[in-house]
């Protein structure tokens, strides 16, 4: 199964960003699923798989980075995103995957 098509009808998705309201809205949680299962992603990749336009993604990825959902990381030309190792961003990806602990 490609990256796109893990994202399309996910109701894990949407429950999360239900959940989580403006913290969590649709494209926040859908570049947090891909984090879950793709980590180190940049933000061109990510908006490739999304299908939306990289200013959208990089809104969003900065939104999370204050949040401390996300972090990023500098390699060569490239700066690449993962989830951040905390209580938040672990409570996010047990709802997106189904882990309701």
Do not use: W
């Not at 908006?47 to 401390?68: R, Y």
């Amino acid at each position: 199964m490609s990256k796109k098509e893990e994202l399309q009808d996910n109701e894990k998705i949407e429950a999360c960003a239900e959940k989580f309201g403006t913290t969590g809205d649709r494209t926040r949680m859908r570049i947090c699923y891909l984090l879950c299962h793709h980590p180190k992603l940049s933000v061109s990749e990510i908006a490739e798989i999304i299908g939306s336009p990289i200013s959208t993604v990089s809104h969003s990825l900065k939104k999370l980075k204050e949040i401390q959902v996300v972090e990023n990381r500098r390699q060569a030309k490239q700066v690449l995103y993962s989830l951040s190792k905390n209580k938040f961003a672990s409570i996010i990806k047990n709802q997106l995957l189904g882990n309701n602990e």
